[in-house]
């Protein structure tokens, strides 16, 4: 259960009276997710139900969240479903509760997938690019904190724990990765964390994409090829089984590419953007394994999923 603060029903009636959703019904804390705290939040105003999220940051500083939730107005503005942050009646979209930063947005409808089908995967592919084309009219600036010196950074610091085969490969891919020219590829917003997870449908309609915490500025193939290295990979049958699905990798880079052409320096970097984006969530993965963060990561995800990604792309 990732409910890491407490939320009362005095405190969230008062959180709730800078805002203009009226007043509060019901509350519930969100099991899933291993960030931060989420709740479901349910208000009357004028007789009507409204339904909205509540999510208090655990690891954000308020300094660093107004370009995250100003990006998920932008692009829910610019008709990529996402879930619209509410205003505060005082200051912007940020509150705090419970001496954190905390975000109420719009519930959006429809639940997240865990075995996407084709279609699926073809929709995400044309709302990844819509999200890059829409986001080159975004005026605010990050940098990617997960970009390859946070992997070098990362491995300096939990090597100690890895077994002699895992450090081998991912120093010859730290080391084959400082090679690739990644800032002549077209750049601009990314999502950074394109899972599964992080996008709700209703059937094989998109309801929204969700959890824009890692979004920055950086290579467009690389979001890509995040999400292709979850939604087109199949492991029913246990890590050393896993795979990719040829379909699925088609249907969303053919959806990908009908929307927003790659160029021809993108196609051939491909390869190399699959790598990394295994190598980022492989590093990250041992991390929150080998140095959890006290009292947190309830439910810890297997870093030897993005070994076997790893290898497969780097054999491919
Ligand atoms: N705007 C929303 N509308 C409907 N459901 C939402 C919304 N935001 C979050 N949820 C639900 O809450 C769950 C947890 O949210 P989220 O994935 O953002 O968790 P997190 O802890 O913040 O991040 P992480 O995925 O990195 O662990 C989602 O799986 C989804 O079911
Ligand atoms: N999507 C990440 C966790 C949240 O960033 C993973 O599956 O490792």
């Given at each position: 259960m990732s409910v890491y603060t407490v939320v009362e029903q005095s405190d969230l009636v008062e959180f709730l009276q800078d805002y203009s959703v009226g007043e509060l019904d019901s509350f519930e804390g969100i099991?899933?997710?291993?960030?931060n705290t989420n709740y479901f939040v349910n208000t009357t105003l004028n007789g009507q139900t409204q339904q909205f999220v509540l999510t208090i940051f655990e690891h954000h500083s308020f300094e660093e969240l107004p370009y995250f939730l100003n990006i998920m107005a932008f692009m829910a503005e610019h008709h990529i479903p996402t879930a619209h942050p509410i205003k505060t009646l005082s200051n912007g979209y940020l509150k705090e509760l419970k001496g954190k930063p905390a975000a109420l947005v719009e519930r959006l409808k429809g639940g997240g997938v865990d075995h996407p089908n084709d279609t699926q995967c073809s929709v995400m592919g044309k709302y990844l690019a819509k999200f890059h084309e829409a986001g080159t009219d975004f005026s605010d600036f990050r940098p990617n904190d997960r970009g390859l010196d946070w992997m070098k950074s990362t491995y300096s610091i939990i090597k100690q724990y890895l077994p002699q085969d895992e450090q081998a490969m991912i120093e010859d891919e730290l080391a084959f990765q400082s090679e690739v020219?990644?800032?002549h590829l077209p750049c601009g917003v990314i999502h950074?964390?394109?899972?599964?997870?992080n996008a709700l449908f209703s059937g094989n309609d998109l309801s929204g994409i969700i959890d824009?915490?890692?979004?920055?500025?950086?290579?467009f193939l690389y979001d890509l090829a995040v999400m292709v290295n979850d939604w087109?990979?199949?492991n029913e049958s246990g890590v050393d089984n896993i795979h990719f699905d040829d379909a699925k990798v088609e249907q969303m880079l053919q959806a990908y590419r009908q929307q927003r052409a790659l160029t021809v320096d993108e196609e051939k970097a491909w390869p190399a953007a699959l790598r990394l984006a295994a190598l980022r969530f492989f590093l990250s993965r041992l991390k929150d394994k080998h140095m959890p963060r006290e009292g947190e990561m309830t439910q810890i995800k297997d870093p030897n999923v993005f070994k076997k990604v790893l290898s497969i792309h780097r054999q491919a």
């Open positions: 099991s899933a997710g291993i960030e020219d990644w800032a950074a964390d394109l899972f599964c997870d824009l915490y890692y979004a920055c500025n950086a290579p087109c990979r199949i």
